[in-house]
């Protein structure tokens, strides 16, 4: 089997992509089944124990949620390079992730290898769009944090443009557009504080048309968005006004469980699957698998997972499947849109008693 | 009005359905509106309507219109 | 800060309410909930609160008030100033405490969560409306604040009886708060509960009503309450009835439980090491013995075999609260309870009925003050 190296990022064909990543996942549920006593019990106790998945969609699948509810790892205590936690503060349980050196390797050079086909392989100056401060801690690595660092080996001269209390730094900011303005940037941070933290205030401070050759990869979930009633294009286009109209803006779909492999939005608006990972959208209700056009729960397979049993992992994302291989942007694999979080359940008041 | 006749009143005013509904063999839950919620409503009725009150077996119990009868008549109420 | 005081009924300057006459099981207070249950069982509210309208009957009421008859030794008293923090998993549950405290002459305030159900709402609104006509609920007040604000400290100082129903978290939070030596407390924390289920050959005709009363009692509140069932104990029973006995209860639970859920709920319990029976609207896990008593699971029952009480005895937690139970006689039921902390037996299908003698404790005597003359 090749190397995921030799891979072309967005290049294989669907039967080529189906029998390495198949494989590969096929090895993956193997080695955890061996490594993770909790993972064997699960599978063993669905009754899918010992099995080789024919096709990517028959690969066992593990609820995110249980990354909250366990600690899953396919790891000895002694080999633990860092523990993820997910950083949302409203859910009062995180996940926890478990990485030894290999896999936290595998995440940065995939994640890098995956972005780098948007940006070129020349680093270019980056502006984070976070306080410096998050990546110190080793032990209790945010996944935020572990975001930005993935990030940061694209760039070069990294800057934080905000202050600890989330308010722009405005000399740093000004310096970094001084030293850049007619150079390719690379701008990055999560979706609400660069709408929130860094677009708005640049434009309550009237400085526009500021870095024309940016891109800006954005990540972290619409909802905070869309309560202020911002869209995707509402948010590209006010991006663009703030710092050009060229700025390529990026949007992109990764999960905590799943650093390094990503979905990156093309210039069609579009989510991609790499060629080391996949997409499948379930039914709600059945959990069936959904074809083309059909929306449900999205399901993502990663090759990268070696240190804990995340490889498949069935999210409580909805999202829509758009089309495989057809994209006019030309990248080939799976394509999809993501719709929201799966509503949380209402505890019915049926108390029928009597 | 005779006791039968208070009954197959109560009857259909609590389960909301024509009085000849209100037969012997009308079971609890063979129709839409015999369920559980509506036979709360109707067990809190019979006992307002005939001045008794019943314990938690008998309303378990009172799966019919029968057995309602049956019931009721352990508390003197004669049909 | 004290602010943000959200009132949904009653009177809101609680904190200077003088001190009243109001005697356990007074007629105009009888009156009021006589006519709460009357509207409530109108066919208009939902089944959970038709349920309470039921609970507060008047021949319920009237019951209760002959069984705690005076006599010429001993005289019913209110305890007087009673604060209740009620828990927001089981929306209802504040109504129940609070008639209890209201029925025995209390004066009360009522701590609901911030964003109310809307059948909260709805009696809230009734509530309101009942108290204009009759002036019922001067001396009772439900509110809502933020956790933060310096409100339950006040209440805590204000009340001589204070009644918390939560999580143990939310509890231990509480309970930094401190209270005044002249007060109670009385603490309703996190249980859980099972089924105990003793199944013969004769017992296959009543199948399909215990399913639907097991259906019940694990469909109200979607599993979350203390009392429903979580995990079935089969006591000497065969495999071919369990196997029935699930058909039945999935029969009765289509679209009771999201798929997620269930296959959360599933996946866990499989990780800790049980294995999938029964796969459906509801899923079944077996395993030799109680597991993840310590998570909110939705959607899935864990089942294990029992040749002897012993058995059972050895795998209910501390916590245990609720047993329902099928085919165990008297007997039984003393040697469970007497090897375990289980505080109360409930028929299937009754399992979330609730009476005022709950958790083991009855309420009407601890919100109430017997005194010898």
């Known amino acids: 089997m090749s190397d995921w190296k030799s891979l072309e990022v967005f290049g294989l064909a669907k039967a080529e992509k189906q029998a390495w990543l198949l494989d590969e996942l096929n090895r993956l549920t193997l080695h955890h089944q061996a490594h993770c006593a909790p993972y064997a019990n699960l599978l063993a106790g669905q009754g899918q124990q010992a099995r080789v998945a024919e096709s990517l969609d028959a690969v066992p699948f593990v609820a995110a949620r249980l990354f909250k509810m366990l600690c899953l790892s396919s790891t000895q205590p002694e080999d633990v390079f860092k523990t993820l936690t997910s950083s949302g503060t409203t859910s009062q349980v995180k996940s926890q992730i478990v990485l030894d050196r290999d896999t936290a390797a595998l995440q940065s050079k995939v994640l890098v290898s995956l972005l780098s086909s948007f940006t070129g392989k020349a680093r270019r100056p980056i502006l984070i769009i976070d306080h410096d401060g998050l990546t110190g801690d080793k032990a209790g690595f945010s996944a935020r944090g572990a975001g930005v660092q993935g990030l940061s080996f694209l760039g070069r001269d990294h800057t934080y443009a905000l202050n600890s209390d989330m308010t722009p730094n405005w000399p740093v900011i000004d310096e970094f557009i001084a030293k850049y303005a007619n150079a390719p940037v690379l701008i990055f941070g999560f979706t609400f504080m660069v709408w929130q933290h860094f677009i708005e205030p640049l434009i309550a401070s009237d400085r526009s048309n500021l870095l024309p050759q940016a891109l800006l990869f954005h990540s972290g979930g619409w909802k905070k968005l869309q309560d202020q009633a911002v869209s995707n294009d509402a948010f590209k286009t006010t991006v663009r006004q703030a710092l050009g109209e060229g700025v390529a803006v990026h949007n992109f779909y990764g999960m905590v469980e799943q650093i390094g492999s990503v979905f990156v939005e093309c210039e069609q608006g579009h989510l991609h699957a790499p060629s080391y990972a996949d997409v499948i959208i379930r039914d709600q209700e059945t959990l069936e698998v959904k074809n083309i056009g059909e929306s449900g729960l999205i399901q993502v397979l990663s090759f990268i997972p070696k240190s804990y049993p995340g490889h498949s992992i069935l999210t409580e994302d909805l999202g829509r499947l758009l089309g495989e291989g057809d994209c006019p942007c030309g990248r080939k694999g799976r394509y999809f849109e993501v719709l929201g979080r799966l509503p949380k359940t209402e505890v019915r008041g049926c108390s029928d008693v009597f | 009005m005779t006791n039968n006749e208070r009954l197959v009143a109560t009857f259909a005013t609590s389960l909301n359905i024509e009085a000849s509904q209100v037969v012997d063999a009308l079971e609890y839950n063979t129709i839409p509106q015999w369920d559980s919620v509506a036979h709360m409503v109707l067990v809190a009725a019979l006992e307002k309507e005939f001045d008794v009150m019943l314990d938690m077996d008998d309303i378990i119990e009172m799966s019919s219109v029968k057995i309602a009868k049956d019931i009721l008549a352990k508390h003197d109420v004669v049909f | ?373």
Not at chain 3, 184 to 213: M, N
Request: proline fraction near 3%.
């Open chain 3, 1 to 373: 800060m004290s602010s943000n005081i959200q009132l949904w009924a009653g009177s809101p300057d609680y904190l200077q309410w003088s001190r009243t006459q109001i005697m356990p099981f007074s007629e105009k207070r009888v009156q009021f909930l006589v006519r709460l249950s009357e509207v409530l069982l109108s066919g208009h509210y939902s089944a959970a609160l038709t349920a309470l309208g039921f609970w507060l009957r008047e021949s319920q009421l009237r019951q209760w008030q002959q069984e705690y008859a005076n006599d010429d030794k001993v005289i019913l008293a209110p305890v007087g100033r009673v604060f209740i923090v009620s828990p927001s998993n089981v929306e209802g549950l504040f109504a129940y405490s609070w008639a209890l405290s209201y029925l025995m002459g209390n004066q009360t305030v009522v701590r609901v969560s911030e964003q109310l159900t809307d059948d909260q709402r709805a009696l809230f609104t009734l509530l309101e409306s009942l108290d204009v006509q009759t002036a019922g609920l001067s001396e009772q007040a439900f509110i809502s604040y933020d956790k933060r604000s310096d409100i339950t400290q006040k209440l805590s100082h204000w009340c001589q009886l204070r009644m918390l129903w939560g999580s143990d978290q939310s509890i231990e939070s509480i309970r930094q708060m401190p209270l005044p030596a002249q007060a109670q407390e009385w603490v309703f924390p996190d249980r859980y509960s099972v089924s105990v289920l003793h199944l013969t050959e004769a017992d296959i005709p009543r199948i399909p009503k215990l399913a639907e009363g097991f259906a019940r009692d694990v469909s109200t509140y979607q599993q979350q309450a203390c009392a429903s069932p979580k995990w079935v104990l089969w006591y000497q029973t065969d495999k071919t009835l369990q196997q029935q006995f699930w058909q039945a209860v999935d029969a009765c639970l289509v679209g009771a439980f999201p798929a997620n859920e269930r296959l959360v709920a599933s996946q866990y319990l499989c990780a800790l090491g049980g294995v999938k029976v029964f796969y459906g609207n509801i899923k079944v896990i077996e395993a030799s013995s109680i597991l993840g008593g310590d998570q909110h699971l939705k959607g899935v029952v864990g089942q294990s075999q029992c040749s002897d009480l012993a058995t059972i005895t050895a795998q209910l937690p501390n916590h245990i609260q609720s047993v329902t139970a099928f085919g165990l006689d008297r007997a039984a039921k003393v040697a469970l309870m007497t090897r375990s902390n289980v505080r109360q037996f409930a028929q299937m299908g009754h399992a979330l009925n609730f009476d005022k003698v709950w958790d083991g404790i009855d309420l009407t005597t601890i919100l109430s003050k017997k005194v010898r003359l």
